[in-house]
């Protein structure tokens, strides 16, 4: 998850990029995450659902009525194991998103964020001063870092 899509559902929730778990050619296991304002605990500011999908071969992922957990009887269960490699997976996707909701709180609107790291993230840590003097002592350059990551398509 380099990319992180959101969209504002209210001013106290937004939706977010889903989270692969899982994928096969007929399955997959995704955790749908939500950026939420939670005044009573600030931090836990992450919910989301886990999705279990399957589809004929060749067809598309198609959204599905949710089973409530309501719905499990008395002597019945339900459980949804996922293994190590999809658990971290899923704890690094999710402090991404806890770092985006304490940087920007619930992004409103339809917002996408881009990590970046080395040279880039460098350049753009830069506070007012210091990038000036970055664009002006170096301005044949200076341009390159960002003509790079458009053509990339970060």
Do not use: C, H
Request: cysteine-free.
């Amino acid at each position: 998850m380099d990319r992180i899509e959101t969209q504002s559902t209210s001013r106290k929730t937004a939706t977010t990029s889903d989270i692969l778990l899982r994928e096969g050619p007929q399955a997959r296991l995704l955790f749908r995450p939500e950026i939420v304002d939670n005044t009573g605990r600030p931090e836990a500011a992450v919910r989301g659902r886990f999705l279990y999908q399957k589809k004929k071969r060749n067809d598309q992922w198609i959204e599905f009525d949710r089973l409530p957990l309501t719905s499990v009887k008395v002597d019945e269960g339900y459980q949804l194991e996922i293994n190590s490699s999809e658990l971290y997976t899923l704890l690094i996707n999710l402090r991404k998103l806890y770092q985006l909701a304490n940087a920007y709180g619930v992004p409103q609107g339809k917002k996408s964020f881009l990590e970046v790291s080395g040279a880039l993230a460098d350049l753009l840590s830069l506070a007012g001063p210091e990038l000036q003097q970055f664009f002006t002592s170096n301005s044949e350059d200076a341009i390159r870092p960002f003509q790079t990551a458009v053509e990339l398509d970060l």
